[in-house]
């Protein structure tokens, strides 16, 4: 039985991850950060699922701000493999809280690694790089070899992090790889990211419980996949004989109008009555475009996208179409 350790288990992308693995007959283990609520809404179920082997799956106290908590949860489990997903990962909110986002989407990463040297350990290892690392995009699409051009505080944390995960491969012989994943949603998305705040707001709209969402660019790309299929992207990277960097795509991208447009489809609403722009919402520094080409990770690890933009609006729309329902019954 192989043992995996996930930072930010609670989040989007280590709920499907955990869940992944615990299919697959691990032992998985989370770090958490003390808060005085819970934050574990997404990995509950998989306690009581009659599927997964929930007894499998531990949490612990730490916190990528703190290298001693990491170092005693490492020392603790000993992981054959760590996926390192924790981070603040709001690019908007990246502004206002740029040393925090740096500490421990950048920093944190450092920390990880270091612990895991000083410990003398050999597990292999996953970075979560990003595409908003290529910012300003010097190519479309973006590939492995794309310069990268940060416009966030969060993108230039999450650029130092690949950045030092490719260090300490080359300089230590780490088995690090690092997924550079393009957006991914899911109905399990933070309700301040915009699909969620679109799918969310407009199901609310429709049944009377809103009367109006606010936005920022309606105009900016991206390249939107499905988090449950790009958990299994990152999986085979830790299987790779060799490690190495592979950009995580669908090869299409569309605006967050075209997003409108799909879930008020889902909805039979016209949104347009009801969206207005608050330029509080805009960023200092805009990503226009990101379109990402998996071919390298098609072509060595098996891996192409299952989920059409499509049936992620879809499943997305019904979700929470299905929790607002649920409000308004009371």
Same mark, same amino acid.
């Given at each position: 039985m192989r043992t995996a350790l996930i930072t930010g288990i609670t989040g989007q992308d280590g709920s499907y991850l955990a869940e992944l693995l615990l299919g697959k007959g691990y032992d998985v283990h989370g770090i958490v950060r003390r808060s005085s609520q819970f934050t574990t809404a997404r990995i509950e179920p998989l306690y009581l699922s009659e599927h997964l082997p929930g007894d499998r799956l531990h949490l612990h106290y730490g916190d990528l701000n703190d290298a001693s908590s990491l170092h005693r949860v490492l020392a603790r489990v000993a992981p054959d493999e760590i996926y390192n997903l924790g981070a603040q990962s709001h690019v908007r909110i990246s502004f206002d809280v740029p040393e925090y986002t740096v500490e421990v989407a950048g920093v944190g990463a450092l920390r990880l690694l270091e612990a895991i040297r000083n410990l003398g350990m050999t597990p292999r290892f996953y970075q979560a790089s990003s595409s908003e690392m290529f910012g300003k995009v010097a190519e479309s699409p973006q590939t492995e070899r794309t310069p990268f051009h940060p416009?966030?505080?969060?993108?230039?944390?999450?650029?130092? &992090?690949? &950045?030092?995960?490719?260090?300490?491969?080359?300089?230590?012989?780490?088995?690090?790889?690092?997924?550079?994943?393009?957006?991914?949603?899911?109905? =399990?998305?933070?309700?301040?990211?915009?699909?969620?705040?679109?799918?969310?707001?407009?199901?609310?709209?429709?049944? $009377?419980?809103?009367?109006?969402?606010? +936005?920022?660019?309606?105009?900016?790309? =991206?390249?939107?996949?499905? &988090?449950?299929?790009?958990?299994?992207?990152?999986?085979?990277? +830790?299987?790779?004989?060799?490690?190495?960097?592979?950009?995580?795509?669908?090869?299409?991208?569309?605006?967050?109008?075209? +997003?409108?447009?799909?879930?008020? &489809?889902?909805?039979?609403?016209?949104?347009?009555?009801?969206?207005?722009?608050?330029?509080?919402?805009?960023?200092?520094?805009?990503?226009?475009?990101?379109? $990402?080409?998996?071919?390298?990770?098609?072509?060595?690890?098996?891996?192409?996208?299952?989920?059409?933009?499509?049936?992620?609006?879809?499943?997305?729309?019904?979700?929470? +179409?299905?929790?607002?329902?649920?409000?308004?019954?009371?």
């Open positions: 416009r966030s505080p969060y993108a230039c944390a999450k650029a130092f &992090a690949h &950045a030092i995960t490719v260090n300490y491969r080359e300089s230590y012989g780490l088995h690090a790889s690092c997924g550079i994943l393009f957006n991914h949603e899911s109905p =399990r998305r933070g309700e301040n990211f915009v699909t969620r705040k679109i799918t969310r707001g407009l199901a609310r709209i429709k049944l $009377g419980l809103q009367p109006k969402l606010y +936005l920022g660019n309606l105009d900016a790309r =991206r390249d939107w996949g499905f &988090a449950g299929d790009y958990v299994e992207a990152m999986w085979r990277m +830790l299987q790779q004989d060799t490690p190495d960097d592979y950009v995580i795509a669908t090869g299409e991208t569309h605006s967050v109008r075209d +997003l409108l447009d799909s879930v008020g &489809a889902v909805l039979d609403l016209d949104w347009r009555p009801y969206v207005e722009i608050d330029p509080k919402y805009y960023r200092p520094a805009e990503v226009d475009l990101l379109l $990402g080409d998996a071919s390298k990770a098609r072509e060595r690890l098996g891996w192409t996208a299952t989920t059409s933009f499509g049936q992620l609006v879809r499943m997305m729309t019904e979700a929470d +179409l299905r929790l607002a329902r649920a409000e308004l019954e009371g």
